[in-house]
């Protein structure tokens, strides 16, 4: 866990613990409050990993063609 993540996780520890309010924790961490409230969600569903950036999706299949017009 990198330093930005574990003080991430921090504020987003101080919120559930009702020391810091989600608008406060927004302008902390550089985010809206709604996605506050969505790291928020993510927390207990997946620990520390739940704060960090997810993964990105696959490549989409490229698409064979046949222009044989």
Known sequence: ???SE???RYVL???SAGGLRPEQ????LGVSERHV??????LPRAGSAGAGPR???P??????TDRSD
């Open 1 to 3: 866990m990198t330093q």
């Open 6 to 8: 574990e003080a991430q």
């Open 13 to 15: 520890e101080r919120v």
């Open 25 to 28: 924790a927004a302008e902390v």
């Open 37 to 42: 409230w969505r790291l928020l969600a993510a």
């Open 55 to 57: 993964q990105p999706r």
């Open 59 to 64: 490549p989409a299949a490229q698409r064979v």
